[in-house]
T-cell receptor
């Protein structure tokens, strides 16, 4: 059983399109995150939700909108995709917002052409 | 969160111990030291964390300097599966959420 699963694993799309990445965790955790890893391999947090409430919102363009329908799911919707959005996006979860350990998914490689 | 400094890369032979250093001279009294690793084409994976005392778990040991300005992750017997990028991260306990700030990490290469 995959603890944190993301779909799709690969996503290739054209500039200007709108796309979504889905994330689900079966660990019973309250807190979920989206991280972005750019071409230079830097990993940066984008958002965090705790029990469906947004608790961390880093400086991310408004084109990125997370949605948490329940505490086991955190989806990422991206509008008007740009070339610079190409990256690997990781979903993660932790038992709570102050937990010491976060569990990461396998990542979604987004390529914008 | 305070900054960490790690070597870009290190090499080890299989079955030998590996000591991965991390400098964090601006660490504050409430910052925990976390280590994560990222295997090729995988998401980051938690390894270990500590505050002041040395810590051991099934994956590794964490040795923390007395002044807390540096720490060392110790893999007791490196295997080929330990080849990964190892990240040393500081996290304050008052931070909002598990906001891990990843640096460039150390690429560990393990050879037969």
């Amino acid at each position: 059983d995959t603890a944190v699963s993301q779909t799709p694993k690969y996503l290739v799309t054209q500039m200007g399109n709108d796309k979504s990445i889905k994330c689900e965790q079966n660990l019973g955790h309250d807190t979920m995150y989206w991280y972005k890893q750019d071409s230079k391999k830097f990993l940066k947090i984008m958002f965090s939700y705790n029990n469906k409430e947004l608790i961390i919102n880093e400086t991310v363009p408004n084109r990125f909108s997370p949605k948490s329908p329940d505490k086991a799911h955190l989806n990422l919707h991206i509008n008007s995709l740009e070339l610079g959005d190409s990256a690997v996006y990781f979903c993660a979860s932790s038992p709570g917002p102050a937990s010491t350990e976060a569990f990461f998914g396998q990542g979604t490689r987004l390529t914008v052409v | 969160d305070a900054k960490t400094t790690q070597p870009n890369s290190m090499e080890s032979n299989e079955e030998e111990p590996v000591h991965l250093p991390c400098n964090h001279s601006t660490i504050s009294g409430t910052d925990y030291i976390h280590w994560y690793r990222q295997l090729p084409s995988q998401g980051p994976e938690y390894v270990i964390h500590g505050l002041t005392s040395n810590v051991n778990n099934r994956m590794a040991s964490l040795a923390i300097a007395e002044d807390r300005k540096s720490s060392t992750l110790i893999l007791h017997r490196a295997t080929l599966r330990d080849a990964a990028v190892y990240y040393c991260i500081l996290r304050g306990i008052t931070g909002g959420g598990n906001k891990l700030t990843f640096g460039t990490g150390t690429q560990l290469k393990v050879e037969l």
